[in-house]
């Protein structure tokens, strides 16, 4: 009897299937082929998503990596043009804006401008200087003004600046250059006696001019200004100022941008201080002391506020003035750079950046950036004695030794940043102490950025903590609620209206919160406070009175009635705002708070975490809220049937149950807070500074990526700095849920017995 299969078989009273039935082996080779391809549709998703975040995170690495990147100077070739061999030493070398003339001024008075390309000679010119005087010193104003003055062996002083015009020819773009003289070609007096001048000083005060010389020890100065008359025309006028001699022969002079100081240096290391508003001597310094050194080059910053004093150790020290609470004015040495063990000879400032460039006796290079405290460049240069020069742009630098020059690209994008500016505090420029600071533009030509992410990380952590000691007790409270206490009816439709207020935009939150909450706010701030008190005690009376009236039809509905009269308390506690403010604050809570120093401005942090913790709440509330109502019901209703009370139960079986679920809730509701953009950029007043003052703003990385990437320019260091910023707020989020998922996975093998 041949065998035949059957898909069943009756044996007494069951079935038996054959599962080799043609019909279910194609059942299950297709449920087998959906599940394969759904298993590699997750899988390419989740891949795809970790590929799109590492390329993410790439993308931003090859942004930020070049901000980390030190200089790199390429040796050009030497060039020996015919005119270059027979010149006296080099008092001065500088190059132009476009990097296409170098301009030269020899000890005899001799100028030439020439062609950085080739060594061509374009223009030769003299200082009008009287037979037999030569030139004794060669200062320049402040590093980015083409403004020079030469101080003469017959106790003069020479005015002059090198000038450039671009014309645009059929041929192309062309720069010619010519000598001016600004304040006239005729030198100014100084010394009356005739006395070699051995060191000069000039500032330009809004349309004045201000010349300090020194012959020996004795100092002489002249105050130029412009007037003009119908007959004369233009003319300047001298006024003389008179200065206290040094106490020894001056070998450097300088005067603060804004001429209210002189510097004078004389000596082995002595500065003295000299207020030139009422000439007297303040104090005086020895710049090296302790130590044998002696200052062997002197030199001043972009700005002119700072100070650079070279030494024979090797070293160059930064020196500026420090005012301090009572107006009193000190010299503060503020940061040291070494660069090698010869003497310094040369100091080199740049004309836009706080950087410099240091030149020894042995030749060694080296460049740096003064407020970064930064060594961007340590570089031998293949000759001795020579003279240096930074092109405008600090793309260039040109040497010129033994009859030759050569002119050696230098590419240095990025100085201003190191970890210690981004971290830490740092001392800048008129500043009383070092602070941290985040200003990255200004109207002003000499202003320098200062780039500290320290206040913004802090204001970042700042909003989301406030928000989250908002949202957090109510989400998780109304989460326990809803999913143990409440009807199921009415939890149906309660949960999908909460979660509908995730939907909300933020850009209306931020509005409501910076035009409406904020001013409401600074008017009822007693009220406010009031209500941190009184509606927990009202909820506990409330619920008491619920608990001892007979309201059994109630059960599971009591929100229905707590919560309009919750709202009624609350509405009544801010009506008496005004007469808590008058009763216990003079009547004005906000002058009560600055009599203690503690300020207060309408957009702060209290508002941005009201507003913010609105937006989290939705969040929270729906995972924490899945979580609880994921507990299996024979667990709470076992304990229930032991003898446990509801709120035993809640503490002791729901809470620990869920903890891995409510964890990663606050989690993902603090991620969305370090994340939150447009509620902190309207309602925080975009402030940033590092205070745990409630009632004044702040500003956020994310917030500041939003402000000021549209102002900044493509591929500048505050356009890669913003790109830093969202790749640190990226790795905090992604810290934050790694250390969720962390935590998580330990709460949920502690409780796995539950």
């Not at 025309?233 to 001056?250: C, I, K, M, N, Q």
């Not at 206040?455 to 409270?477: D, E, R, S």
């Not at 139960?649 to 953009?677: D, N, Q």
């Amino acid at each position: 009897m041949p065998k035949t299969r059957k898909r069943a078989k009756v044996m007494g009273d069951k079935s038996v299937i054959d599962w080799q039935a043609p019909a279910l082996t194609r059942r299950r080779i297709w449920r087998s082929g959906l599940n394969g391809l759904l298993r590699a549709q997750v899988l390419f998703g989740g891949l795809s998503v970790l590929f799109a975040i590492a390329l993410m995170m790439v993308y931003l690495g090859y942004i930020v990596w070049p901000l980390f990147q030190g200089a790199r100077l390429t040796l050009a070739d030497w060039q020996s043009p015919a005119w270059l061999k027979d010149q006296a030493p080099a008092w001065l070398l500088a190059v132009e804006e476009q990097n296409q003339l170098g301009f030269r001024l020899g000890e005899k008075g001799e100028v030439v401008f020439f062609a950085l390309d080739n060594g061509r000679e374009l223009l030769r010119e003299h200082l009008p200087l009287p037979e037999g005087v030569h030139i004794k010193a060669l200062v320049r104003a402040l590093p980015e003004q083409d403004l020079y003055a030469a101080a003469l062996s017959d106790g003069s002083a020479l005015v002059f600046a090198p000038r450039y015009q671009t014309r645009f020819q059929a041929q192309g773009k062309s720069v010619q250059p010519s000598l001016g003289f600004p304040y006239g070609n005729t030198a100014f007096v100084l010394d009356k006696q005739g006395r070699a001048l051995n060191a000069l000083a000039l500032s330009e005060q809004r349309g004045r001019l201000l010349l300090i010389a020194a012959s020996g020890q004795q100092l002489n100065g002249l105050w130029l200004r412009r007037e003009s008359s119908l007959l004369a025309g233009d003319h300047w006028t001298a006024e003389p100022l008179d200065l206290p001699a040094a106490a020894s022969a001056v070998t450097y002079l300088d005067i603060d941008p804004r001429g209210r100081f002189a510097y004078v240096q004389s000596g082995k290391d002595r500065l003295e201080l000299l207020d030139l508003r009422k000439p007297r001597l303040i104090s005086q310094y020895h710049l090296l002391a302790g130590s044998d050194l002696k200052v062997t080059a002197s030199g001043k910053l972009n700005g002119g506020v700072s100070l650079l004093i070279g030494d024979s150790g090797g070293a160059v020290t930064q020196w500026f003035a420090v005012a301090d609470k009572d107006g009193h004015v000190q010299l503060k040495s503020i940061r040291r750079f070494q660069l090698a063990d010869s003497a310094i000879v040369q100091i080199e400032p740049e004309a836009r950046r706080k950087g410099f460039a240091a030149l020894d006796a042995a030749g060694n290079l080296g460049l740096f950036h003064s407020t970064a405290e930064r060594r961007l460049l340590d570089q031998h240069l293949p000759t001795d004695h020579g003279k240096i020069a930074l092109s405008p742009q600090a793309d260039r630098l040109l040497v010129e030794a033994g009859g030759a020059f050569a002119v050696h690209p230098l590419h240095n994008p990025h100085p201003e940043l190191s970890w210690q500016a981004l971290w830490s505090k740092v001392w800048y420029e008129n500043y009383a102490e070092p602070e941290y600071i985040w200003q990255s533009s200004a109207s002003t030509v000499d202003f320098e950025a200062k780039l500290s992410l320290a206040p913004l990380t802090f204001g970042t952590l700042k909003a989301a903590l406030v928000a989250m000691l908002f949202a957090a007790p109510l989400a998780i409270a109304a989460a326990v609620y809803s999913a143990y206490f409440m009807a199921p009816a009415l939890r149906r439709k309660v949960k999908p209206v909460i979660e509908l207020m995730e939907a909300l935009p933020t850009v209306i939150l931020g509005f409501f919160a910076a035009l409406i909450l904020a001013p409401y706010v600074e008017d009822h701030l007693p009220g406010l406070f009031s209500l941190f008190l009184i509606l927990p005690l009202g909820t506990l009376a409330l619920a008491f009175c619920c608990r001892h009236l007979p309201l059994s039809r109630l059960d599971g509905y009591e929100s229905l009635l707590l919560i309009p009269l919750l709202l009624l308390l609350g509405w009544a506690t801010l009506q008496l705002s005004p007469l808590l403010e008058a009763a216990l604050f003079n009547g004005d809570m906000r002058l009560w708070l600055s009599a203690r120093g503690i300020g207060y401005e309408q957009r702060n942090a209290l508002v941005v975490g009201l507003a913010m913790g609105f937006a989290v709440i939705p969040n929270i509330y729906s995972l924490a809220e899945d979580a609880l109502a994921g507990v299996p019901k024979s667990l709470t209703q076992g304990s229930l049937a032991l003898g446990a009370t509801l709120w035993q139960t809640l503490l002791h079986v729901l809470l620990p149950a869920a903890g891995a679920g409510i964890f990663s809730a606050l989690m993902i509701g603090f991620g969305r807070a370090v994340g939150e953009t447009m509620i902190v950029l309207m309602a925080s007043g975009n402030t940033p500074l590092i205070n745990g003052n409630l009632f004044e703003g702040m500003r956020t990385l994310a917030a500041n990526v939003a402000v000021e990437m549209p102002e900044a320019a493509v591929d500048s260091t505050h356009y890669r700095l913003l790109f830093l910023s969202a790749l640190l707020l990226l790795l905090l989020c992604f810290v934050m849920n790694s250390l969720a998922e962390w935590v998580r996975q330990r709460l949920r093998r502690r409780y796995a017995a539950l």
